[in-house]
Structures are given as structure tokens and as C-alpha cells.
């Protein structure tokens, strides 16, 4: 690749985030860490690197891949990449008390225990902006409902590979909805087996057919609540 003897350092602001942009998208992820250092060493706060370098990095990764440019192998290494940079600016942007987009509660539901497409949403995700608390596969409903309390989040995520697993995402919503507490969460499913009229039937608020849908539907959704909460 013709950027190995690229040295970042001698790039402006702007041409450093355009070649993050471009790092991120070809999975580099040393020289996303090593961009990272550079703007927060030039002054950047780490929110601005956050959603200038790196979620706008990330947009144009997902929109490629929902336009079938990219696939999910490039995808996962772009979400590497935006990890190293992640793990740099995390404890930053938790001093700071920088305004997330949301949060989001993710996790694979019971009896099933795929996760490469709930992983690459979580990534996704936090490529968007969002805190994502990741809850692995398998989940029963208690641990959905406990993370539910401890997190408090504006999303809860489900996946499901097996025809045989797609039900209980409705045993969740339904206990969600016994204990009065539905409507306090936006609720996104997703996975190979499931369509729109699967999502709707069981009442979740959006089916996400991949994870850059997953992003854009998550950021839309939370911001048109926030939207009506205001205007109340």
C-alpha cells in the first residue's frame, strides 16, 4: 500500500482525519491509534476526534456496506480499527461526561449462541456513537431485564440466527410489557431468519436487516423520541 511510508504527523488537521477515514476503511487499526494521539496531542477534545475522525469514518463504512460495496470480513476489520481508537479515547470521553447518542443493552437470546452478527451491530453501534453494553449470546430474560435496570438504557437489542430462537425475543417483549416497562425502551431485533412482518408481530419497534440499517435506525429512533419528549 502506498501509505506505509505515510507520515501522519506531517498531515494537516484535515488531511489527517480525511487519511483516518481511509485507514478506518481499509481495517488499519495502528494507524488509527497512532491519528488519534496525533489530534488529541494537537489539542482536539476527544469528543470532536470521536465523532469527526471516527463515527464519520464508520458512516461511510456502513453505507458502503449496505450498498453491498463491502462485506462483513472488511466491515470487522473497520470495527477493529475503530476499537484501537476507541480504547484510547473511552476513559477520555468518560472524564469528560461527553453526550453519547444513546445507549444500547445488545445481546443473542436464548438457546442460541451466534454472534457474529450481534457483534458487528454492537460494533456498529459504537462506530455510531452509541454506549453499547454487550450482553453475549445465550441471554434468558432475567439477564435482559437486569441489564435493563442497571444500564438504563434508550435500546434494547436482540438477535437470533434459528428459526427455533426467533420466538423468545417475543417472551421478552412480552415480560417487558407484563411488568409495565415496554414502552421505556426503543426495541431493535435482528438476524438472518427474521423479517419486518416477524418484527412487527411480535412488537418490536424496527427490524434491522444488518448492521448499518441497525445504526441509522437506532439513531432515528432515539432522536424522534427525544424529539416528542420535548415537544411534551
Not at 68 to 91: C, D, Q, S, T, Y
Not at 94 to 111: D, L, N, S, Y
Not at 144 to 167: C, K, N, Q, V
Not at 176 to 194: H, M, N, S, T
Amino acid at each position: 500500500m502506498a501509505d506505509d511510508d505515510l507520515d501522519l504527523k506531517t498531515l494537516t488537521d484535515d488531511e489527517l482525519v480525511a487519511q483516518m477515514h481511509d485507514d478506518l476503511y481499509d481495517g488499519l487499526a495502528d494507524e488509527i491509534a497512532e491519528g488519534t494521539n496525533i489530534l488529541l496531542e494537537r489539542g482536539w477534545p476527544p469528543d470532536r476526534v470521536l465523532n469527526d475522525a471516527l463515527v464519520e469514518g464508520m458512516r461511510i463504512v456502513g453505507i458502503d456496506f449496505r450498498d453491498g460495496i463491502l462485506f462483513v470480513p472488511e466491515v470487522l476489520l473497520a470495527a477493529n480499527a475503530m476499537k484501537a481508537g476507541m480504547a484510547i479515547l473511552r476513559p477520555l470521553l468518560a472524564e469528560t461526561g461527553a453526550q453519547r447518542v444513546g445507549t444500547v443493552v445488545i445481546g443473542t437470546v436464548k438457546g442460541d449462541i451466534h454472534d457474529i452478527g450481534k457483534n458487528l451491530v454492537a460494533m456498529m453501534l459504537e462506530g455510531a456513537g452509541f454506549e453499547v453494553h454487550d450482553l453475549g449470546i445465550n441471554n434468558p430474560v432475567e439477564n435482559y431485564l437486569a441489564a435493563l435496570e442497571e444500564f438504563e438504557p434508550d435500546i434494547l437489542g436482540m438477535s437470533a440466527l434459528l428459526t427455533t430462537t426467533m420466538p423468545y425475543m417475543k417472551v421478552v417483549i412480552d415480560t417487558l410489557r407484563e411488568k409495565g416497562i415496554r414502552d421505556d425502551y426503543i426495541v431493535l431485533v435482528g438476524g438472518a431468519p427474521l423479517n419486518e412482518d416477524f418484527g412487527k408481530a411480535i412488537g418490536a419497534d424496527a427490524y434491522c436487516r444488518d448492521a448499518a440499517v441497525a445504526a441509522e435506525t437506532a439513531q432515528a429512533l432515539v432522536m424522534a423520541r427525544r424529539a416528542a419528549a420535548t415537544a411534551s
